[in-house]
Nanobody
Framework: QVQLVESGGGLVQPGGSLRLSCAAS????????MSWYRQAPGKERELVAG????????NYADSVKGRFTISRDNAKNTVYLQMNSLEPEDTAVYYC?????????????WGQGTLVTVSS
C-alpha cells in the first residue's frame, strides 16, 4: 500500500521557520523524483520545489528561492522541505508528491497534505 505522510506543519509567525517531512512507504522511494506542492485558499495547486531521485538536482518556484530548501534521505524514505523567512503568502496546505516516468508509463502519488499558517 502506497503512503506519503506529511508532517511538520503548523502556525508560525512571519519570519519564522518550519521543516516539513514526508515519509514514504509502499514503493521504491529512491527511484522516484519527489516534489512539494502547495495550495492556498481559493488558488490552484502550485509546485514549490522538486528533487531528483538521487538528489543531484533541485528546482524551486521563484517565490521561494533562497528561502526554502528541499532535501531527501533515501535511506529513510523521507523528503524534507526546510522553510525559512516565512511570509503570510506562504500560508497553504503543503502536499508531497512522488513521480516516476519510465518509458510510456507514469506513476504519481500524493500525500494528504499538511497545513502551514504564517500569521502574527
Amino acid at each position: 500500500q502506497v503512503q506519503l505522510v506529511e508532517s511538520g506543519g503548523g502556525l508560525v509567525q512571519p519570519g519564522g521557520s518550519l521543516r516539513l517531512s514526508c515519509a514514504a512507504s509502499g514503493f521504491f522511494f529512491s527511484s522516484y523524483d519527489m516534489s512539494w506542492y502547495r495550495q492556498a485558499p481559493g488558488k490552484e495547486r502550485e509546485l514549490v520545489a522538486g528533487i531528483t531521485s538521487v538528489g543531484d538536482s533541485t528546482n524551486y518556484a521563484d517565490s521561494v528561492k533562497g528561502r526554502f530548501t528541499i532535501s531527501r534521505d533515501n535511506a529513510k524514505n523521507t523528503v524534507y522541505l526546510q522553510m525559512n523567512s516565512l511570509e503570510p503568502e506562504d500560508t497553504a496546505v503543503y502536499y508531497c508528491n512522488a513521480r516516476r516516468v519510465t518509458g510510456w508509463k507514469s506513476y504519481a502519488y500524493w500525500g494528504q497534505g499538511t497545513l502551514v499558517t504564517v500569521s502574527s
